[in-house]
Every structure is written in structure tokens, then in C-alpha cells.
T-cell receptor, first 114, second 106 residues
């Protein structure tokens, strides 16, 4: 297993369009996290799943954002009606039930909304 | 969740030890201290964590003061590849601050 993977790595879209990102965690990791990072700032927590259950959502996750993890494996993060302020790096991380607090991050998806 | 305070930036000479401080004066008794780093354009990378005892692994050492209000991450022989932003986080939802930008110079 090569770690957490995210696709696409880069996405350019026009304002108002919908985008969807995918995250494949390390296999057997039961927790999956989404973060957003803007230039010069540390990552900000968005939401996390334990298996297929979405256990927590940050208030940063507006109604235009939705995340799913239908089978408890990969996850998708969708942004509807994108705005220029959504431009950021979207990071995914996963952790094991043995050590739930040690998170392993993917390379991120960089979104640019024009 | 406890808040952490770190210097904005630090320099270190290649081959020397890099000592990165972190204050977490409001830490609770059962909260761990985690350190991650982020090399430019990559996702954060886990380094080490500890509760109250000092910890060492192949990447770094973590020294936690007896009152647990501060800690220091030590990279014993810094290399140019250690240039990154280093985040000190107290257990929670991994609330990242702005971290310390470490520049290792030849």
C-alpha cells in the first residue's frame, strides 16, 4: 500500500460549477478526514468519518459542501456552485483504529476557481 | 482543545541540531502533543507524539516539560530536506496553527 491517494491533484473550474474530489485512504484505516488549506495557513479541519459514518462537520463546511464515504473505504468531497473563495488545497488523511490520532495525509487536490 | 504557540520562523545550519519550541500552557492531562511537518506543496507528514515522557523515533526526539506546558522537537542532524513548516498540535481534531517555518541552510 502506497499511502493515501487523492484525485485529481489539480482542478481548475469556473465559478458556479460543481467539482468532486476523491480520496482513497490507506487500506484498513477506519477514520478518514478532510481538511482545507489556503496559502500561508495551516490546514483547517472540515469533517471526518469513522467507517461510513460522518461523525463531525466543521462550521467551515457550508451547505455547498458535501462529503460521503458510502462503503467505508474511499471518500468524495463535492463542492456545488463553486466560489472564488473555495480556491484552496483540499487534503485528505486517514488513521487506523489502533492509533486513531496519528493521521497520514495524502498529497492534496489543489482547486482554483476562476 | 488546547491552543499552541510557536515561533513563526527559524534557521538552522545543515548538520546541526534543530530545536523547535512549542508552548501549550492550557493542555489537559490526557491530551497528547503531536508534531507534523509540511514540505512545500506536499501534505503534512506525521513526525512524533507524546503524553508526558520524552519520546524518540527515527525522525526526531520530543522533549516535554514536567508541567507539560511546553515541548521541544529536536531534529538531531538537520539536512536541507528538513526545510518545512513544523506544526505542534495538541490532541483534538488536529487544529493546525501557522507552525514554524524551518529553513535549513548549507
Amino acid at each position: 500500500d502506497t499511502g493515501v491517494s487523492q484525485n485529481p491533484r489539480h482542478k481548475i473550474t469556473k465559478r458556479g460549477q460543481n467539482v468532486t474530489f476523491r480520496c482513497d485512504p490507506i487500506s484498513e484505516h477506519n477514520r478518514l478526514y478532510w481538511y482545507r488549506q489556503t496559502l500561508g495557513q495551516g490546514p483547517e479541519f472540515l469533517t471526518y468519518f469513522q467507517n461510513e459514518a460522518q461523525l463531525e462537520k466543521s462550521r467551515l463546511l457550508s451547505d455547498r459542501f458535501s462529503a460521503e464515504r458510502p462503503k467505508g473505504s474511499f471518500s468524495t468531497l463535492e463542492i456545488q456552485r463553486t466560489e472564488q473563495g473555495d480556491s484552496a488545497m483540499y487534503l485528505c488523511a486517514s488513521s487506523s483504529y489502533r492509533d486513531e490520532e496519528t493521521q497520514y495525509f495524502g498529497p492534496g487536490t489543489r482547486l482554483l476557481v476562476l | 482543545d488546547a491552543k499552541t504557540t510557536q515561533p513563526t520562523s527559524m534557521d538552522c545550519a545543515e548538520g546541526r541540531a534543530a530545536n523547535l519550541p512549542c508552548n501549550h500552557s492550557t493542555i489537559s492531562g490526557n491530551e497528547y502533543v503531536y508534531w507534523y511537518r509540511q514540505i512545500h506543496s506536499q501534505g503534512p507528514q506525521y513526525i512524533i507524539h507524546g503524553l508526558k515522557n520524552n519520546e524518540t523515533n527515527e525522525m526526531a526526539s520530543l522533549i516535554i516539560t514536567e508541567d507539560r506546558k511546553s515541548s521541544t522537537l529536536i531534529l538531531p542532524h538537520a539536512t536541507l530536506r528538513d526545510t518545512a513548516v513544523y506544526y505542534c498540535i495538541v490532541k483534538g481534531k488536529l487544529i493546525f496553527g501557522q507552525g514554524t517555518e524551518l529553513s535549513v541552510k548549507p
